[in-house]
């Protein structure tokens, strides 16, 4: 019983704390440009459309992504509007699902309640789960899926009793998992299990009667979707979603800077952050415990699911970050399970060093925010609160050394916590300023409310498109001169040359835009002779412009 009580203890503190550091104040930012509204606008216009099963963009299909995600959004539009909130809640409930779930399976793991909780801890306040949290994108609720379908399929392997229903949830999940970024919510679980397995000499495990049902739930639940889209759109479907979007990012890539063998080793201990050091150490940890006597189970399984996951994002040319986020919650088990292990076993030389660096690290902070206070005074009106912020922080990391130098290492880690949570004390005090740079509201609501309501297109930089479909509702033309197409071309006039810039002027006679630095150098250089351009306002780096063709004057002889 008082086991049962320490354990719904734990739960609900930890929901707590993943509400803070995860969902609340979720509204204080405006959507961003240019992959929130991207997701945002398709769940707009599919509600526009009247369908749930249909993406929609620009007024027209589209492909890229399934449907799960969208499902979410829709379903955060019935429950708060149409808002920012709303458009980030479920990415931030699934974060919150996800430091649950982990905590059950460090207790399934490790059979240790305390070791449960911190790693829970650690994937909460680590920098890429909050940012990917209290952001839209399919990242998030993907990775949650792919950790409920692994900690459903360790329970099934741990628990003799449980073995039909962990497999059959497994399944489960793994469809969900393929409706919300297609195969790959298959492949990265499957592939997992078979290698974990297959190192235990335990295959036969998996090829059973409760398999073949749970391969059943899968299809009933991943498929159907993927062949009405089929059915309905044929090979317009098939190309954009499986080539252009699967495996065109395998073999090309996308951000060219980011196809290195040492990008996703280097930005997974940074995404860690603040807890990138521990984790380095960690993996020398597991190393350890894997060639150990008496090997626990979970140590095989969290390096069979990091080992695939890295082995199949690396495969592909296209790399992001957030493509390898599956593996963050192998990472926190592994970083708290060293960090519980230095203090039980009382190894203060090792913790004591580890905290130093992290210490200095963290210092980084606020003498950058000093910094970008000085260089960037015009984008921050507001200085006072946020020099009282950084005293605040400063005076928080003088506690943090004296706690490392006094050996009170778990009273440094809280502090180690809340440093991204405070972070975000910053935003809010400074949301003003962060709302007219990072997102693009502000500038679409001053041209709706002084373009007029004609038919012509908005001529927009490509990084603003979507967000000015989506705040003002009006259809858009991008220029980029001299650019390449969205990686997925939308169905929009793309216009990259003098031209093509030109004719869509001269075709459109008033045409209002809003652009770039960049993009408003280009129409000023094309606005000569024939075409007049007035800059109307400036908001944050977005330039709100009109360009008119003149009128042609004659005069008349004796005039």
């Keep these: 019983m008082i086991i049962k009580n320490i354990t719904l203890k734990h739960v609900i503190l930890l929901f707590l704390l ?10 204080v930012l405006d959507l961003t ?11 707009k216009e599919m509600v526009q459309h009247k369908t749930w099963t249909v993406p929609y963009l620009f007024g027209q299909p589209q492909f890229e992504k399934p449907i799960f995600t969208y499902w979410c959004l829709r379903l955060g539009f019935i429950l708060f509007g149409v808002t920012s909130f709303s458009a980030r809640f479920f990415c931030a409930l699934f974060g919150i699902i996800g430091v649950l779930t982990l905590y059950g399976l460090g207790i399934l793991g490790f059979g240790d309640k305390k070791k449960a909780f911190i790693s829970s801890v650690i994937l909460m306040s680590g920098g890429l789960y909050i940012g990917l949290s209290r952001t839209v994108f399919t990242d998030m609720i993907f990775s949650v899926l792919i950790l409920l379908s692994m900690v459903s399929f360790f329970w099934g392997y741990a628990r003799a009793d449980k073995k039909a229903l962990g497999i059959l949830l497994f399944f489960v999940f793994s469809g969900l998992a393929v409706l919300a970024k297609g195969p790959l919510g298959a492949i990265l679980p499957m592939l997992s299990v078979v290698l ?13 009667r409760y398999s073949a049902w749970g391969f059943l739930l899968f299809c009933l639940i991943a498929i159907p979707w993927y062949a009405d889209m089929i059915k309905r759109f044929g090979n317009t479907f098939t190309e954009e979603f499986f080539y252009n979007d699967h495996i065109r990012r395998i073999i090309e890539a996308e951000h060219i800077s980011n196809d290195t063998w040492f990008f996703y080793p280097i930005f997974m201990v940074l995404c860690m952050f603040p807890w990138s050091f521990f984790t380095v150490i960690s993996f020398f940890h ?7 006597r008496g090997c626990l189970p979970i140590y095989q399984y969290l390096s069979a699911w990091l080992v695939i996951v890295l082995v199949v994002f690396q495969a592909s040319h296209s790399k992001l970050v957030r493509y390898i986020f599956p593996l963050f919650p192998v990472l926190a088990l592994m970083t708290g399970d060293f960090i519980h292990n230095a203090l039980s076993e009382n190894k203060t030389r090792a913790l004591t060093v580890i905290s130093y660096i992290s210490w200095a690290t963290i210092l980084v902070i606020p003498i950058g925010l000093v910094v970008c206070m000085i260089r960037f005074s015009g984008y921050i009106p507001e200085r006072l609160p946020i020099y009282c912020f950084i005293i605040f922080y400063l005076v928080l990391q003088g506690a943090m050394l004296l706690f490392i130098k006094q050996k009170k290492f778990l009273v440094n880690m809280c502090f180690l916590a809340i440093q991204l949570p405070l972070i975000l004390v910053f935003v809010f005090l400074n949301r003003e300023s962060l709302n007219i740079y990072a997102a693009g509201k502000k500038a679409a609501q001053y041209l709706a409310a002084n373009a007029g309501q004609g038919d012509n297109k908005i001529l927009c930089a490509k990084f603003l498109a979507r967000g000015v479909r989506f705040y003002t509702d009006r259809e858009v033309a991008v220029i980029d001169m001299g650019g390449s197409n969205f990686f997925s071309p939308h169905p929009i006039p793309y216009l990259n040359t003098e031209n093509k810039v030109r004719g869509f002027l001269k075709d459109q006679q008033v045409t209002y835009g809003i652009v770039t630095k960049s993009s408003l150098k280009a129409l000023e250089n094309i606005a000569r002779n024939d075409l007049k351009l007035d800059k109307l306002k400036t908001i944050g780096d977005e330039h709100i412009v009109k360009v008119y063709v003149k009128l042609v004057t004659f005069n008349t002889p004796g005039a």
């Design 196 to 208: 974990f397995l297959g190192m235990r000499k335990e295959l036969k495990f998996f090829f059973c």
């Design 18 to 27: 993943s509400y803070v550091f995860l969902m609340l104040g979720n509204g």
């Design 33 to 43: 440009n240019p992959d929130e509204v991207f997701y945002t606008q398709t769940a």
């Design 286 to 292: 597991l190393l350890k415990k894997l060639k150990g």
